[in-house]
């Protein structure tokens, strides 16, 4: 497989979805990896460390270093290594329960478990912006909001004078210092679905892997109808599930919505007659079914005006100093 962006198309039930796993993504099988493990699976392993101590992210919420960015912020400040030169690998695949799956593991589906990630050469980049803690509107016990398009999160989130993240910012705010493929917990194993009963989740780290049940997602055609009304009672209040958290204090990052991202290099009008697949617009994070829910993965087939049931934001802001 070639270096760059792996491009997929993979039939959901609904119709087909198409995008793109960032990174010279190769499974372990494809790519010819030394990992080997028992059937119940790999122990967790400890990152090599990407950069020398002095240039390690500061995560430094009570000290002057926080004031970099507005209250409702975190600030993110490290090394990042370009798609290009990322290798992950996934070691095996879960199902919905939880379960393992059979299947040769691929990076783009749900993966159960990854090795640590390494980055070819060394060619880390530095990078420094704020990005907010919370799904849009960022405000923690709030229903994030649903039905957002490019341009409708762009035109509401410059008002407040921030501004749509890059794909580049959101990776790196999920995947924190060592560069943890999945946002939450150890950074390498998928978490196990929530338990749900009246009143709230009483268990789970995460609002993903949920089951459809009886809904129709087809029949969400407008923000407020019956099923869209239905399928957004299936979201969590922002920051509830206390241990759905990246290394860097970002809430929510994995599951809830599909979150809209400035893709770098995409394209926003396609030629009249040619099907796109690289739009400006993508699609970061992960929504409550069994989805990828991991840091870099990035869907970019919907054009600008693409909104629906699953989609919503949230902003980012460069420095104040």
């Known amino acids: 497989?070639?270096?760059?962006?792996?491009?997929?198309?993979?039939?959901?039930?609904?119709?087909?979805?198409?995008?793109?796993?960032?990174?010279?993504?190769?499974?372990?099988?494809?790519?010819?990896?030394?990992?080997?493990?028992?059937?119940?699976?790999?122990?967790?392993?400890?990152?090599?460390?990407?950069?020398?101590?002095?240039?390690?992210?500061?995560?430094?919420?009570?000290?002057?270093?926080?004031?970099?960015?507005?209250?409702d912020m975190v600030l993110v400040d490290g090394m990042y290594c370009p798609d290009q030169y990322l290798e992950q690998h996934c070691l095996y695949n879960t199902n919905i329960d939880g379960s393992r799956s059979d299947k040769a593991p691929s990076l783009l589906w749900a993966c159960g478990e990854f090795a640590p990630s390494t980055?070819?050469?060394?060619?880390?980049?530095?990078?420094?912006?704020?990005?907010?803690?919370?799904?849009?509107?960022?405000?923690?016990?709030?229903?994030?909001?649903?039905?957002?398009?490019?341009?409708?999160?762009?035109?509401?989130?410059?008002?407040?004078?921030?501004?749509?993240?890059?794909?580049?910012?959101?990776?790196?705010?999920?995947?924190?210092?060592?560069?943890?493929?999945?946002?939450?917990?150890?950074?390498?194993?998928r978490q196990s679905r929530p338990t749900f009963l009246p009143g709230g989740i009483v268990s789970g780290v995460c609002n993903f892997d949920r089951d459809m049940g009886h809904l129709d997602p087809s029949k969400a055609r407008r923000p407020n109808d019956e099923?869209?009304?239905?399928?957004?009672?299936?979201?969590?209040?922002?920051?509830?599930?206390p241990d759905c958290v990246s290394d860097y204090g970002v809430r929510d990052l994995a599951g809830n919505l599909d979150e809209i991202v400035y893709n770098e290099g995409g394209v926003e009008t396609c030629p009249k007659g040619e099907r796109c697949y690289n739009y400006v617009s993508g699609l970061m994070g992960g929504h409550v079914w069994h989805v990828r829910n991991a840091a870099r993965f990035i869907t970019t087939a919907h054009n600008l005006d693409f909104g629906w049931y699953e989609s919503g934001s949230r902003a980012c802001k460069d420095v104040i100093f």
Not at 137 to 159: L, S
């Open 119 to 189: 980055c070819k050469g060394d060619h880390f980049v530095h990078m420094r912006f704020c990005i907010d803690v919370f799904e849009w509107p960022n405000k923690k016990g709030a229903i994030p909001q649903d039905w957002m398009t490019y341009r409708t999160a762009k035109k509401a989130i410059e008002a407040t004078g921030k501004r749509l993240c890059t794909a580049r910012e959101y990776g790196k705010a999920a995947e924190g210092p060592n560069m943890h493929p999945i946002p939450y917990g150890d950074g390498y194993h």
């Open 1 to 71: 497989m070639s270096r760059g962006r792996l491009f997929y198309c993979v039939v959901l039930g609904l119709g087909v979805a198409c995008g793109r796993s960032n990174g010279d993504a190769k499974t372990a099988v494809e790519a010819g990896s030394d990992v080997a493990c028992a059937p119940t699976g790999c122990p967790a392993r400890k990152p090599k460390e990407i950069a020398p101590v002095e240039m390690q992210e500061k995560i430094s919420m009570g000290s002057d270093e926080r004031k970099a960015c507005p209250d």
């Open 227 to 241: 099923m869209s009304q239905k399928l957004r009672a299936m979201l969590v209040p922002s920051g509830s599930m």
